[in-house]
Every structure is written in structure tokens, then in C-alpha cells.
């Protein structure tokens, strides 16, 4: 089946990749497709039978097209600099322009081995492959950039972890692969040429207004930033972890990409870390902002020859948008804060008091342990006057009601009527979902469909995930919280 590919990544930047086929499999059987995704990738497959769909995307059966590679890429994983990753177990099959003209990757993940897999053996099991499929759907639909899952296969033969599991390929879709870790590559093992022509690359991919500007490099670190400090304000505003934020999981697009060992927070923690291998917390929630800066920092780094023949004078202005990258995401946290509260505007000296107001609440949180989500969905309806919802999340201090009594001032100094509350109620649900992938839910998924072939929980839970800003009865059940046992013993693995 001929997919319409146009493989600029192969044709322009010959040097940063190795091509290599995949891996054939020898029961490929499809698991999930996502038809809505396809459709807007303008691929004519929508007639398509699922042997046909699984053979082609567990690789048995490339389309006509494909010129299947292995990414070049580096990266600082947990602070450590390895000089030697690249696509271990995934390939970039062909890229396409989508239906709103934007160029879309196209990749396999669990493919088998790449001359980048190390000791690796290139396989994905089912489990991770359909949380990717989960966490990455319900980011989209929370209106975050994220990858996308286009189809999960069983390939039918096991992958062996700490026990055998069944094996699986992803097939992800990405604004593109470029990561901090792919610079970092060409500046450690390349030339400045190649940075150079990688970033140009991405400039003309990502950034095409930029070509024409005076210190377009330089520009290109300032967009990339911008997009990482709009995009972490954003996972915090909805409790997402990310679990592994080394320089080669971080897009140059913006995107949420690597779905390993993250997770959503339940009850308000600043330190919450649920990865198994991070037990420094140096992922934690409250250290995403400060690791972005400093992964950025290492991009700084790849382009210093590029930003300006002077090193030092390179240094001088790299470091100016490093440092103004904290005030960037602080300017998106707020504005992300606003509209969690209800706030339409700022009010004279307006920041300092909606920050203050915004940090005593998640200090109330924290210090009563209440479930993030509900506590600001429930905050909702207390715009609307029903405060009993949001009470019986608080164990009783009066914490709360000098709380309540300080946002209604500062919602009463932007009220010009008093209809309003019903909007702002409105307004609130709009923006702080009723329904994100809970830890308990998502594991009972993943376990049904792994352990038992039991599809039926994880499409359930997708659906409802479609659609969570949404309050509807029938999914009543994926908005509770994990019981604290649960909780108190998860922990989230790479998935490797
Ligand atoms: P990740 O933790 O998934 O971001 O992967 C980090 C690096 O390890 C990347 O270079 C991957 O391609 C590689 N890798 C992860 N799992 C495997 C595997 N099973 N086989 C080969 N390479 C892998
Ligand atoms: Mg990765």
C-alpha cells in the first residue's frame, strides 16, 4: 500500500542517520488504530483491513516509500552525558504533510535492533506501548503538544524483561525527532558544519519565520525555549511528571515526547517522583521548570559557533535567554494559573498578588494531601456558589475558608456583574479537566490487556480520556483517586 511519505529528514541530512530495516515479526495482530489521526495525516488508509494495517505498521510491510532509518542522537540522562544513543529501538519510517500542511514523522517503536541498540534487543512490550497510547492520547486531548499514537501490534513472540511479556510496536507520529540530544550529537562527535546544517534544518522544519533574521541560531534557542517553558507550565498545570527529562527526550518542536515512567500526579506534591530508577527525584513535578532550563542550557551549548564567531560574545548571548527562561515560564505558569482560577485579567500589581494567591492554595493542598484535579474542578463549582463538593476534599482545617475568602475578593475585583459566576464556573471547566488517566485505572488497563488479551478496559479508558473536561456519569469511575495503598506502592518503570 503506497502512503504519500516525503522524506526530507533522509534526503537533506545524509550523515545523521543510518538506514536499516525492520525487524520482521511473525503474528503481527493489531491492537489499536487510531482512524481519527490517520484521517487528519491524510492517509489513504481508511478502508484498510486490520491485517493489512498490522502488517504495515509492525513493519512486516512497509509502504511503498518508506526509507525505514535509525536517528543519530546523544544525550545527558539523569546529569550523565552519553555520547552514543540514537534510535535503539525505533525507526523513522517517512514523514508526511498532514491536512493542515504541517510536516508529520512517522515511526515504529519496538521495531528490533538498530546499529544504535547497544545491548539493547530493539523490542517494546505491549504494556508500555499502550500507556504511550493512553498518556499520550490524554495529553492531546487536555490540549497539550504532545506525540501521538497512530497504532500498537503484537508482533506475537515475548520480549524478555525481568519475565517474558508479549512484544509490541508502537507506531508514533511527531511534529519531528529532533531532540536537544540530536545537537549535542553533532557537536560532540561532528562539526560545526553539521550543527549548522541540523539546525538549518530544523529552522526551515519548525521555525521557517526565523531564516531570514539577523542571528537566526540565536533565535532558534529563544523559540525553543519559549515552546519548553509554554509546554512545562502546562504539564504542571495538569499534575504531568515526566519521568526521564534527559536532553534526548526534549523536542526541539515543543512536543511531549517519551512516554516511559511518567505519570499524573494525584495528591498535591511539589517532590511527587513515581519512576523507579529516578531515586535522586531529580525529575520530581517541582523540578521540571529548572531541568528544562538546564537542558536547554546543553542546546546553548551546541550552538555557541553558530550564535556568534566571538565564544565569549556566543556565551554572553546564549546565557541571556537561559536566564530569561525562568521568567518566561513563570509568565506561563501565571497565565496558566489565571485561567485555572477564574481570572479573566490582572488587577493593579497584579502579578505578585495572583502568584501569592495561587501558592497558597497549592500550599493548602499540599499540606492536607487533596487530589489535584478534583480540588481545581471542584474549586469550579464553588464559583458557582455549591462549595460542599470542594470542602469534602479538606479534612476540616480552616485553612480553606480564609482561602475562599481572599479568591472571592480577588474574583469580585474583575466581577462587573454579578452573573458572572456562572461563566466563570464555565470557564473553569473548560480549562481544569474533570478527567485525567489515573494511576490505578491506567494500570488495570494495561494489566487486562497484557496479562489477559483483554482489550475491552484499555478502549474504554481511552475513550474517556478523549473527552475530559467533559462531566459524564458513565465515567464516573476514571475520575476517582488511586486508594492510598495503591498509591503509596506505584512506581513507574522506562519501559524498556
Ligand atoms: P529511553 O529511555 O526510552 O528514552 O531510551 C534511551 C536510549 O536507550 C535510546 O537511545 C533508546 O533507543 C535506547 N533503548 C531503550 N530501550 C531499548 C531497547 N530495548 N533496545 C535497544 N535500545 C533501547
Ligand atoms: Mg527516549
Known amino acids: 500500500m503506497p502512503l504519500p511519505f516525503d522524506n526530507s529528514y533522509v534526503r537533506d541530512l545524509p550523515g545523521f542517520y543510518q538506514r536499516c530495516p525492520p525487524v520482521t515479526v511473525p503474528a503481527p495482530l493489531l491492537l489499536f488504530f487510531n482512524r481519527g489521526l490517520a484521517e487528519e495525516l491524510g492517509l489513504p488508509l481508511i478502508g484498510a483491513e486490520d491485517d493489512a494495517l498490522a502488517a504495515m505498521f509492525s513493519g512486516n510491510a512497509l509502504p511503498e516509500c518508506a526509507e525505514p532509518i535509525a536517528q543519530a542522537y546523544s544525550g545527558h540522562q539523569f546529569g550523565q552525558f552519553n555520547p552514543q544513543l540514537g534510535d535503539g529501538r525505533?525507526?523513522?519510517?517517512?514523514?508526511?504533510?498532514d491536512r493542515h500542511g504541517r510536516r508529520r514523522d512517522i515511526a515504529l517503536k519496538g521495531s528490533g535492533r538498530t546499529p544504535f541498540s547497544r545491548r539493547g534487543d530493539g523490542k517494546a512490550a505491549v504494556g508500555p506501548m499502550l500507556r504511550e497510547v493512553l498518556i499520550g492520547e490524554a495529553m492531546h486531548a487536555l490540549g497539550i503538544p504532545t506525540t501521538r499514537a497512530l497504532a500498537v501490534v503484537a508482533t506475537g513472540e515475548p520480549v524478555y524483561r525481568e519475565r517474558p511479556l508479549p512484544g509490541a510496536i508502537l507506531t508514533r507520529v511527531a511534529a519531528s525527532h529532533i531532540r536537544v540530544g540530536t545537537f549535542q550529537y553533532f557537536a560532540a562527535h561532528g562539526t560545526d558544519a553539521q550543527v549548522r546544517r541540523l539546525a538549518d534544518y530544523a529552522i526551515a522544519r519548525h521555525d521557517p519565520?526565523?531564516?531570514?533574521?539577523?542571528?537566526?541560531?540565536?533565535?532558534?534557542?529563544r523559540v525553543v525555549a519559549e515552546r519548553q517553558a509554554e509546554l512545562i507550565a502546562r504539564w504542571m498545570h495538569v499534575g504531568f511528571?515526566?519521568?526521564?527529562?534527559?536532553?534526548?527526550?526534549?523536542?526541539?518542536?515543543?512536543?511531549?515526547?517519551?512516554?516511559?515512567?511518567?505519570?499524573?500526579?494525584?495528591?498535591y506534591d511539589p517532590a511527587a517522583v513515581f519512576s523507579s530508577i529516578d531515586e535522586m527525584g531529580r525529575y520530581a513535578y517541582e523540578a521540571q521548570p529548572r531541568i528544562a532550563r538546564w537542558n536547554l542550557a546543553r542546546l546553548a551549548e551546541t550552538l555557541l559557533p553558530l550564535i556568534a564567531d566571538d565564544e565569549g560574545r556566543a556565551i554572553e548571548l546564549a546565557t541571556e535567554v537561559i536566564d530569561g527562561f525562568m521568567a518566561r515560564y513563570q509568565w506561563h505558569w501565571l497565565s496558566g494559573l489565571r485561567a485555572k482560577l477564574g481570572l479573566a485579567g490582572k488587577v493593579e500589581h497584579g502579578d505578585?498578588?495572583?502568584?501569592?494567591?495561587?501558592?497558597?492554595?497549592?500550599?493548602?493542598?499540599?499540606?492536607?494531601?487533596?487530589?489535584y484535579t478534583l480540588a481545581w474542578r471542584r474549586l469550579a463549582d464553588a464559583a458557582e456558589g455549591n462549595e460542599s463538593p470542594l470542602r469534602a476534599l479538606f479534612p476540616g482545617q480552616p485553612g480553606l475558608d480564609?482561602?475562599?475568602?481572599?479568591?472571592?475578593?480577588?474574583?469580585?475585583?474583575?466581577?462587573?456583574?454579578?452573573?458572572v459566576g456562572r461563566c466563570r464556573a464555565e470557564a473553569m471547566r473548560r480549562i481544569n479537566p474533570w478527567l485525567i488517566p489515573r494511576n490505578h485505572r491506567v494500570e488495570e488497563a494495561l494489566s487486562a490487556a497484557s496479562e489477559e488479551g483483554d482489550l475491552a478496559p484499555f478502549g474504554r479508558l481511552l475513550n474517556a480520556l478523549g473527552?475530559?473536561?467533559?462531566?459524564?456519569?458513565?465515567?464516573?469511575?476514571?475520575?476517582?483517586?488511586a486508594p492510598d495503598e495503591f498509591m503509596r506502592e506505584f512506581r513507574t518503570f522506562c519501559g524498556t
Do not use: K
Open 209 to 221: 519565520g526565523l531564516a531570514e533574521s539577523e542571528n537566526r541560531y540565536l533565535e532558534f534557542l
Open 241 to 267: 511528571i515526566h519521568g526521564v527529562m534527559n536532553t534526548d527526550n526534549m523536542a526541539i518542536s515543543g512536543e511531549t515526547i517519551d512516554f516511559g515512567p511518567c505519570a499524573f500526579m494525584e495528591a
Open 467 to 481: 473527552r475530559p473536561f467533559e462531566e459524564d456519569p458513565a465515567n464516573s469511575r476514571y475520575t476517582e483517586p
Open 402 to 419: 480564609r482561602w475562599l475568602e481572599r479568591w472571592r475578593v480577588r474574583c469580585a475585583a474583575e466581577d462587573a456583574d454579578a452573573g
Open 90 to 97: 525505533a525507526l523513522l519510517i517517512g514523514e508526511v504533510i
Open 352 to 371: 505578585s498578588v495572583d502568584t501569592a494567591l495561587g501558592e497558597s492554595w497549592l500550599d493548602l493542598l499540599h499540606a492536607q494531601q487533596v487530589d
